[in-house]
């Protein structure tokens, strides 16, 4: 039998390509393949899947995966280690007192249940690391209260009326049990409004915070933190006001950049001080388009030293803000902490926006987190306050059962495999594929990569001088982890 040589070592070369396994599925969730990985071969990298154009959710896939030496055409992804950048906090949601209600309603078992799945990230939990909270009601709670609410007319300068009963119903037994499940977990409040008699037009909504009262405010903040330590909450971090640009929701509160530099300065930062408060103070809290407001509190000597980082929004601007807010004053952290997706959404839309700016656009400026609004909500997006959002969609919506939304699965692809301590390092971008890097304190590297095209695209993941090939859909997330 005559073997012609080169016709030998072409068809081995081709079989060692196939070999190389790819993301992508060519059939739904619903339909896995039958054959997953024949010949149980060992895998170098676990892929998880997102592709909504097959209506695969947060999958995790079976084909063996497998660095190589072997060369290809295909355009790579290069992982490098060498170069890192910011440690990150973490990745979740608001939990509004509105999403506390639905989840304290649910019978015991399906709560249980629920808390694992979101909360730990054992077999196909999500790990949710990173919770925004509102230091009294957010415009997803059910009413208007704050911690110190008194009849027309009356102050309370002392606090003595103070009080977190309001949230002793739903928010802290849901956190305490988060707490319990995720004790290293971060927390972050937000007020929405002081309460209304601080206030120069005496309403929870608009107006802003009187002189005269911004001692008693500072140590409204120091009571707050005291109060939910007690209850066993640790209170990471604190931004002095919810979009201090906005007094048009309910409730809300205007605080000027010069006024928040005043009360951070000269109240809040040495209440905390005394106090032995070692929460971080966060300014800003709103959207990319204003960056002069942080950044008018940061170059504020006495305001500064007081100031751990900035936070933003993305509902005007862009994510490039947190890179020039970052460039500015590179000691300083910066922070996203809120973006809503308005019921009833569009899936792959919402989804390859909010992947493409936050989990990859927000982590790439530095961002040490991402937050979503919020985590959960019923099918009518209540409950919220007269005046306030009444189309902000939960990440699960909590009826007679319970769905998961895209927001839930956008937070999956990060939170699960980054965990708090993790670092971002360097991966080059390649059109049309958003990506990020990171690594992990155990040691392993994380790549999230997002197909933004129109046609399916096959790539090299490139680590050490060895490649993978992948390919993904149009719409498409992997998260490979190694």
């Known amino acids: 039998m005559t073997i012609n040589v080169n016709r030998f070592f072409y068809f081995l070369l081709v079989v060692l390509l196939a070999g190389l396994a790819s993301c992508s599925k060519s059939k739904p969730e619903a339909q896995p393949d039958p054959t997953p990985n024949p010949t149980g071969n060992k895998s170098d990298i676990t892929c998880w899947l997102t592709d909504p154009g097959q209506a695969i959710y947060f999958k995790k896939q079976t084909k063996a995966l497998n660095f190589s030496n072997t060369g290809n055409y ?96 739903n928010l802290i037994p849901v956190l305490k049990a988060i707490v319990a499940l995720n004790p290293k977990i971060k927390i972050l409040g937000s007020p929405w409004s002081a309460p209304a008699w601080m206030k120069t037009n005496g309403s929870p909504k608009g107006g802003s915070l009187q002189p005269e009262f911004y001692s008693a405010y ?11 330590k007690a209850e066993g909450i640790p209170i990471a971090a604190i931004t002095p006001q919810n979009e201090p640009l906005n007094p048009y929701n309910n409730p809300s509160m205007t605080m000027s950049s010069t006024e928040q530099a005043t009360f951070i300065k000269t109240y809040l930062g040495p209440a905390f001080k005394a106090a032995g408060i070692d929460t971080k103070i966060i300014v800003y809290d709103h959207n990319c388009d204003v960056p002069d ?23 005007a601007g862009s994510i490039a803000t947190l890179s020039d807010m970052h460039n500015a004053f590179p000691a300083k952290n910066v922070y996203f902490t809120e973006q809503w997706v308005g019921g009833p959404g569009n899936f792959p839309e919402d989804f390859k926006w909010h992947i493409k700016n936050l989990i990859i656009g927000a982590t790439r400026n530095w961002s040490k987190n991402v937050i979503e609004w919020n985590l959960a909500s019923d ?73 933004e095209g129109s046609t399916s695209q096959t790539f090299n993941i490139q680590f050490n001088n060895t490649i993978a090939s992948s390919t993904l859909a149009s719409g498409a997330v992997g998260t490979y982890i190694w």
Do not use: W
């Not at 407001?293 to 980082?309: Q, R, W």
């Open 74 to 169: 295909n355009p790579s992804i290069v992982v490098d280690t060498t170069q890192t950048y910011q440690s990150i906090d973490g990745f979740g949601f608001a939990l509004t007192g509105g999403s506390a209600y639905l989840i304290n309603q649910l019978s015991s078992a399906t709560k249980s249940d629920l808390l694992k799945e979101l909360f730990t990230a054992d077999s196909t939990f999500i790990g949710i690391s990173y919770l925004r909270i509102s230091i009294g009601a957010s415009d997803l709670d059910a009413s208007v209260f704050s911690y110190d609410n008194l009849p027309a007319g009356q102050t309370d300068a002392t606090l003595e009326h103070f009080s977190i009963n309001p949230d002793k119903a």
């Open 218 to 228: 500072a140590n409204y903040f120091v009571k707050y933190i005291q109060a939910m």
């Open 293 to 315: 407001y942080p950044l008018t509190i940061l170059k504020d000597a006495e305001a500064t030293k007081y100031v751990d980082g900035s936070a933003f929004h993305l509902y």
């Open 379 to 451: 099918p009518n997006y209540n409950p919220h306050t007269d005046g306030g959002c009444s189309s902000c969609m939960g990440g699960v919506t909590i009826s007679t059962s319970i769905t998961r939304n895209v927001s839930y699965y956008i937070i999956a692809h990060a939170a699960k495999f980054v965990k708090t301590g993790s670092v971002r390092i360097e991966s080059n971008l390649i059109n049309p594929l958003s990506n990020v890097a990171f690594k992990t304190p155990e040691g392993k590297k994380v790549l999230i990569v997002l197909n």
